[in-house]
């Protein structure tokens, strides 16, 4: 088996790396880890940069945010290998683009959800300027995901949910939520869960503890 890039994939990473380095500001590496936060921090999760938020744009003119993405839903239509590539030379030189929205969300409603869902949500995010928190993690449910306790309980035509989540990362700029909750107690730990769309704007009601 061949490994080696064919002559178009190989040209496809040579137009890429002249884009970065074209389009990054000079000496943008340094420039990212000194962002406020320093080591140990993504940028994009600590507030919306106006040149992030153009850069995105620009690889969303390009086709190149959602590489792999089928074209009837706003993706570029590439091959997974090219995306592959491009992933490598973006983190290369730690270029701004992917987040939430592009890596998890967007890939499971294309995978899994109905064409509602799909009509309702892909195009959003194909424009760029949409952030999502990841509601997974809670205090006694890390990786586990079997052992969340969130609890989401119907209501006519919404759900209430109670629980708590923590480690949510860039919830402060983000605009919706993508959590999961336990809607079906009765079921094994690994079932029984849904994931829901939760407006950042919603109400959170805080729950009172009285006594010691």
């Not at 983190?91 to 009509?119: C, H, M, N, Q, W």
């Not at 969340?148 to 949910?161: C, S």
Request: proline share 7%; glycine share 10%.
């Amino acid at each position: 088996m061949d490994f080696r890039f064919d002559e178009t994939e190989q040209k496809f990473r040579l137009e890429v790396e002249e884009f970065l380095k074209k389009e990054l500001p000079p000496g943008w590496p340094k420039y990212k880890r000194n962002w406020p936060g320093g080591y140990g921090t993504i940028p994009e999760f600590e507030n919306r940069d106006l040149f992030v938020e153009s850069f995105r744009g620009r690889l969303a003119d390009k086709g190149w945010l959602l590489m792999a993405w089928p074209k009837e839903y706003g993706g570029g239509g590439y091959s997974f290998v090219k995306q592959a590539i491009y992933y490598e030379r973006q983190s290369y030189y730690f270029a701004p683009g992917v987040d939430t929205s592009i890596l998890i969300l967007g890939p499971l409603i294309l995978r899994v959800g109905s064409e509602e869902l799909k009509k309702e949500w892909i195009p959003k995010i194909t424009k760029g300027n949409l952030r999502f928190w990841i509601g997974y993690s809670e205090p006694n449910a890390g990786s586990d995901l079997s052992s969340i306790r969130t609890a989401a309980v119907e209501d006519g035509d919404n759900f209430i949910i109670n629980g708590q989540k923590i480690w949510i990362s860039g919830a402060h700029i983000s605009d919706y939520g993508w959590m999961a909750a336990r809607t079906d107690p009765n079921s094994p730990p690994n079932k029984g869960i849904t994931l829901f769309i939760v407006d950042s704007e919603t109400e959170v009601v805080p729950k009172i503890r009285t006594g010691c």
